[in-house]
């Protein structure tokens, strides 16, 4: 309990301007995990489905400025072939949209789609543009800007695939053989448009594909989306992040999470949340989220699962922020093998409705299970260490049966002079056996080896 009260005293202390967000929210966007930079935290696809959203908790409605992408396609993963990646992007700024692959590690091309849905509402991909070298000496690749504004850009949700030169997105259609969404000769330096059959179908597969490497994706004209849906989770750990969800109004009905029947809250929502994944944590998660602004009301969900099959483990519980906002905290003990998903947002009533934004602050902290008696992590019982707790559960629990100090707060020198009184000792030294050099006699070089030694 002591931990937890400290933690509340540190997340009282932590200001909201204090707080940064470790570029979570752009400018710069790392495939991720962790080696190509922070922001995704799964290798991007080649597919719609499999396309890496380029979306974050902290950025606000109207997205925040994103200017490069960082990843890399490669053969070596284990689990799958990585050679092409997808992300989803949102291009707000169409005239003066542009992005170039100068600095990437190997001769790429790029490719622009734009999202459609089908009839049945699924989002599909349409070829916009695409470009292999960006001139006749280098291989990085270049749409728009200098290249010259694309050709019938709209503002919206797309997507920008990048491959080795060569490759080639195809649809599923014209089989045995594919239909190519574009026709280009690899290593041309041509800004190349669909055909305008081709211009009508729909990404499905890759094909030429080949081993790429590490690749930036310089951008203009485009945003890190919020995360508004559980897909475009990613993943925070401990820490204090900024938030800027202002002007998160839109309270569509569709977009609510009721906290009736989650949280026993009453004819209550959010209205339009945002999505973030909880870093493993194998101890007790501290969670808080705290509007800066003072008359907003704000709120969350912890699920366990996954997307589509989530089941509501924590509410927030109301406390009032340091800042003068109407926030929330939760505490719960997490299982580090499951994925807990976080649904946060404005909390709106009946009868009013009104939905009044914010940004603000996560303040997340995982204090993780002490090792316990008889766990080797927690050290020698005849040594000191800094931690409670000794690596022998029958030497530990008689040491601390008579002074719990040792158990609650440091294996200091008082208990490991105290396990030399209850426990049997360590083994001697020097070694038991005294056939030093191994020959299975004890002799007179077994005693030269001892003397050698002496003092060491
Ligand atoms: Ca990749
Ligand atoms: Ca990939
Ligand atoms: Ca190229």
Redesign the pocket.
Known sequence: MNTLLRLIVLLLIAAPCAAGDGELAGPIWG?GPESNGAGGTK??GATIETSQQVASPLAPSSGSTLTRIS????TTSLLQA?LV?LYEINITNPANFSASTSGSGFDTAIFLFRRVLDNNGVPQAQPVVMNDNVSDVDTWSQIGGSTGAIVGLSAGIHYIGITKTGGLPIACRGEPSYAPLYTYTPGSKIVVYPSASQASWTLCDWVNIGEGGDYQINLTGAVVSRSATCASAIVLGSGTYAFGNVGVATDAESRRIGLGANCGYGNSWLASPNWFRLDSCDGTVQLSICPSTTTAEYNFVVYQGSCGDLEPVACGEPVACSGGGNGATATFVADPCRDYLVAFGPWTASPSGAVITSAGTIFIACAPNAPSCGDAATGSCFTTHGTPNCDSASCCGAVCAVDPFCCNTQWDAICVQEAYLLCAPPPPCPPNDPDLDGNGVIDGADLAILLSQWGT
Do not use: C, L, Y
């Not at 990843?71 to 490669?74: A, H, L, N």
């Open positions: 495939e290798d991007a990843g890399r396609t490669s990585d990646d």
